[in-house]
């Protein structure tokens, strides 16, 4: 399949392009910036232009956007309109005009804004949470979901949504928490874009892409008055872990993803969970361990 990623300097996009490549598809990586996985350099804002470029490609997955970063780095909202939203419009009028008859668009679990807020209990997050925004990120996601689910069910084009959890640059004991009940690896991300690419849609349809975790709704009271003792009950070896490295369980988590959605329908299967970061760390200090007595 010919295949056009935005956004690929980034972290997911990048990851996508790669990882669309090693499966056989032919991908083309577009963004503003110069990267080994770009070969177009262009803004999705220049509807012309992208209507030119984008011509003989079978489907776009969209990652490019201004994030959360941006309004700390004082973006002003018109920015954050022009790019996401309007650059959003003109890839699925692109689609269009074009004949592209599929569409992946990357929202994030930010959406789901105030819905997160509880003083009892952590939040159970699947797709069926109400979304309440809180900022202009959170805003210009939802008009894109939104215009996705309009070029569905107006132009018959495949778009589908995809609200990905946490991947920032973080230490790793704060990046291995994240991963017990809201992180993502950009590897897991592309991997369930590369899953949906292949998928015949029916109607239109949202997705929760994350790590996953291993709590289930009857954890949610304890998760947010006593964290350590539910992750000791399911994971008793990171609790050692964490203490060797001198790292901090979270003492209250406030929120769980739960991405069974994209697990029944995709089949996705994450596999840089929490789980699988403890066993590396523990194995490596294993072979550390024999090594030095080997010596």
Request: some cysteine.
């Given at each position: 399949?010919?295949?056009?990623?935005?956004?690929?300097?980034?972290?997911?996009?990048?990851?996508?392009?790669?990882?669309?490549?090693?499966?056989?598809?032919?991908?083309?990586?577009?963004?503003?910036?110069?990267?080994?996985?770009?070969?177009?350099?262009?803004?999705?804002?220049?509807?012309?232009?992208?209507?030119?470029?984008?011509?003989?490609?079978?489907?776009?997955?969209?990652?490019?956007?201004?994030?959360?970063?941006?309004?700390?780095?004082?973006y002003s909202?018109?920015?954050?309109?022009?790019?996401?939203?309007?650059?959003?419009?003109?890839?699925l009028n692109?689609?269009?005009?074009?004949?592209?008859?599929?569409?992946?668009?990357?929202?994030?679990?930010?959406?789901?804004?105030?819905?997160?807020?509880?003083?009892?209990?952590?939040?159970?997050?699947?797709?069926?949470?109400?979304?309440?925004?809180?900022?202009?990120?959170?805003?210009?996601?939802?008009?894109?979901?939104?215009?996705?689910?309009?070029?569905?069910?107006?132009?018959?084009?495949?778009?589908?949504?995809?609200?990905?959890?946490?991947?920032?640059?973080?230490?790793?004991?704060?990046?291995?928490?994240?991963?017990?009940?809201?992180?993502?690896?950009?590897?897991?991300?592309?991997?369930?874009?590369?899953?949906?690419?292949?998928?015949?849609?029916?109607?239109?349809?949202?997705?929760?892409?994350?790590?996953?975790?291993?709590?289930?709704?009857?954890?949610?009271?304890?998760?947010?008055?006593?964290?350590?003792?539910?992750?000791?009950?399911?994971?008793?070896?990171?609790?050692?872990?964490?203490?060797?490295?001198?790292?901090?369980?979270?003492?209250?988590?406030?929120?769980?993803?739960?991405?069974?959605?994209?697990?029944?329908?995709?089949?996705?299967?994450?596999k840089f969970?929490?789980?699988?970061?403890?066993?590396?760390?523990?194995?490596?200090?294993?072979?550390?361990?024999?090594?030095?007595?080997?010596?």
């Amino acid at each position: 399949m010919r295949v056009l990623v935005t956004g690929s300097a980034g972290k997911l996009g990048s990851v996508t392009v790669k990882l669309l490549a090693d499966f056989g598809h032919m991908v083309t990586g577009l963004d503003i910036s110069a990267s080994a996985t770009t070969k177009l350099i262009a803004d999705i804002k220049d509807k012309n232009t992208l209507l030119e470029i984008t011509k003989g490609f079978d489907a776009i997955i969209h990652t490019a956007a201004l994030h959360g970063r941006h309004m700390d780095l004082n973006y002003s909202r018109e920015e954050f309109v022009d790019t996401n939203v309007k650059g959003t419009l003109n890839l699925l009028n692109a689609c269009v005009a074009n004949g592209i008859s599929k569409f992946l668009f990357t929202s994030t679990t930010s959406i789901y804004g105030k819905s997160l807020v509880n003083n009892h209990a952590a939040v159970w997050v699947d797709e069926e949470l109400p979304i309440q925004p809180r900022d202009i990120y959170d805003i210009t996601k939802q008009l894109c979901e939104e215009l996705c689910r309009e070029f569905f069910e107006k132009e018959r084009i495949e778009a589908t949504v995809y609200r990905v959890g946490r991947f920032l640059p973080e230490p790793e004991d704060l990046k291995l928490s994240h991963r017990l009940y809201r992180g993502l690896d950009e590897q897991d991300g592309a991997e369930a874009l590369r899953l949906a690419l292949d998928h015949k849609f029916d109607q239109f349809e949202i997705f929760n892409i994350s790590s996953g975790s291993p709590f289930q709704k009857e954890d949610l009271i304890d998760l947010k008055r006593d964290a350590l003792n539910v992750i000791a009950k399911y994971y008793p070896e990171a609790i050692e872990l964490y203490e060797r490295n001198h790292w901090t369980f979270p003492k209250s988590i406030d929120r769980v993803y739960c991405s069974d959605k994209a697990k029944d329908m995709l089949s996705y299967r994450p596999k840089f969970t929490f789980e699988y970061l403890v066993k590396e760390q523990i194995q490596a200090r294993t072979s550390s361990a024999g090594i030095d007595g080997v010596a």
